[in-house]
């Protein structure tokens, strides 16, 4: 008595999932460029870690009872190891009917289903490997019936960004409602050349507009990623990808029940560079390279700069300090000065709240002369998502701390502090502030007394010298104003001093919340 024959069916059935569309479809794919899920899955997760669920799953032909051929759902599965940790991954197998969704008892994944469930049961990151088109009109006439917008829904991956890392991988072309899953998610990524993303692809657009665009230029990385800010990171190959998504989740938590990890640190706390004394020009309207400024105070090769291409006006980075996970927001005065204008203000929003959900301290280096002004800045709404960009930094719950670079003026700089917590600042001997910066404010403040002078240009420079004798950052110092103002050189020590407490006071919170029973 044995159970040898179904054995062995159970691996016949496996060997035709791992067929996935067949050897011609397979080869279509590969023509493209692209990998195929299987090889997606295997090139991400550590070797032989990759325990797949529902790997019977599709249809099935029988003849005579007995089973001749099974193709595959187009979704593949299950858990595996990222960096030894463990994650629930899932992807759309583009060789079975352009990874379209597949209707059975219960969803493996692609717009909630198992994948998404594993994930919100077990706290563990989620990766969505995207590459299908989602819904399709034929299923209304396979069901004989359309179904209303949400029969399969959002409510589990809007649960998940509560909870767990989410991490989509845009891998192909994605509309509809995996476009939509790539958009839920806490960081994205997408290929150059290979990966577009969409609400609808070109045929809908030329039927409903009447314009004809390829998918290059509707959804690939020029327009999602460097223009609408879309997708957060673009690579070069498929492989680079799995690299940024293992290098993401190197910085991320578990869940929101842990602390991000800490690493051993050869970098020495104490390390004083030099070249900082020089990094920012007397002259006050001189750009400087603050990325630079950034590599040297963070932990040497610690930093990862999410949306680089994108919202160029804000630098916004995964780093560490002394081994800790923290985020930077700095400024950047090589574009618009550093003054924030829209999709500055956006990428800050989308990072301050990363940060906060996932109980990383955030700093911000700040040479930021305000909100970006003009016609064009008013006609985007500046100064909307500017205020939500403060909004939501008053909403954050994390440590902060303030360090100022050069300028720190009006509302803009508002949203640099942490008024609802310790509201610890710092500043640079470089350092200025104020409601808005002396010009502008002489010019308005100052308007009639400058167009009745017989000199109107020389009495505007004399008022504007008389009041920059007050932007002294010493002066604000003396009143307690600004907490402290220290030698550049001094930074690293200083803020890996703040961050080592920062780590401290979120232990706290997090076992409060933990024996509360409350989520965070």
Excluded at 151 to 175: F, H, I, K, N, Q
Excluded at 413 to 440: C, H, Q, R, Y
Aim: hydrophobic share 40%; charged share 25%.
């Amino acid at each position: 008595m044995t159970w040898l024959p179904e054995a062995e069916e159970i691996a016949l059935r496996r060997k035709w999932a791992e067929d996935l569309g067949g050897e011609e479809a397979v080869a279509r794919h590969h023509a493209q460029g692209r990998l195929t899920v299987r090889e997606r899955i295997s090139g991400l997760v550590d070797t032989g870690s990759f325990q797949e669920v529902g790997k019977l799953t599709g249809n099935a032909s029988y003849v005579d009872g007995q089973v001749t051929k099974v193709v595959p759902a187009p979704y593949v599965m299950g858990l595996a190891n990222i960096d030894g940790r463990p994650v629930a991954v899932g992807g759309e197998d583009f060789t079975v009917r352009g990874g379209t969704s597949w209707g059975g008892d219960r969803r493996k994944g692609g717009q909630g289903g198992f994948v998404e469930d594993l994930a919100a049961r077990y706290r563990i990151p989620l990766v969505n490997l995207i590459d299908g088109a989602g819904g399709t009109v034929t299923s209304a006439k396979r069901r004989g019936h359309t179904v209303f917008p949400g029969v399969d829904g959002y409510e589990r991956a809007v649960e998940l960004l509560g909870t767990v890392p989410v991490v989509s991988a845009v891998l192909g072309t994605a509309a509809g409602g995996p476009a939509g899953r790539a958009i839920l998610s806490h960081w994205s990524v997408m290929v150059k050349g290979t990966s577009q993303i969409f609400a609808a692809g070109p045929p809908v657009v030329e039927r409903s507009l009447g314009q004809k665009v390829s998918k290059e230029e509707l959804g690939g990385a020029k327009m999602a990623v460097d223009t609408a800010g879309t997708v957060d990171n673009v690579a070069d190959t498929e492989e680079d990808a799995f690299r940024l998504i293992r290098r993401f989740l190197s910085y991320m938590p578990r869940n929101v029940w842990e602390l991000p990890p800490v690493t051993v640190c050869d970098d020495p706390v104490d390390r004083r560079e030099e070249a900082l004394l020089n990094l920012v020009p007397r002259e006050r309207r001189q750009p400087y390279n603050m990325k630079k400024l950034i590599e040297m105070v963070a932990d040497r090769g610690s930093i990862f700069e999410i949306q680089p291409t994108y919202g160029r006006a804000v630098i916004t980075s995964l780093a560490r300090m002394n081994g800790k996970v923290v985020g930077i927001i700095a400024n950047n005065p090589m574009v618009y000065g550093g003054a924030m204008d829209v999709r500055a203000a956006r990428k800050q929003i989308h990072f301050t709240e990363l940060c906060d959900t996932f109980h990383i301290p955030l700093i911000f280096l700040v040479d930021l002369p305000g909100f970006m002004v003009g016609m064009q800045a008013e006609a985007a709404a500046t100064l909307r998502d500017g205020m939500r960009a403060v909004y939501v930094g008053l909403q954050a719950t994390v440590p902060i701390l303030t360090l100022v670079i050069r300028k720190c003026y009006g509302m803009a700089g508002m949203g640099t502090t942490d008024k609802n917590g310790l509201d610890f600042k710092i500043a640079w001997p470089s350092a200025e502030w104020g409601s808005l910066p002396v010009e502008g404010g002489v010019a308005a403040a100052f308007k009639r007394e400058i167009q009745n002078a017989a000199d109107p240009a020389a009495r505007q420079k004399e008022l504007e010298e008389e009041l920059r004798e007050l932007d002294s950052p010493f002066l604000t110092a003396e009143a307690f104003g600004v907490e402290d103002i220290i030698d550049p050189r001094e930074t690293r020590g200083y803020l890996c001093r703040f961050i080592e407490l920062a780590q401290e006071r979120l232990k706290t919170d997090v076992g409060v919340k933990m024996k509360s029973g409350v989520r965070p």
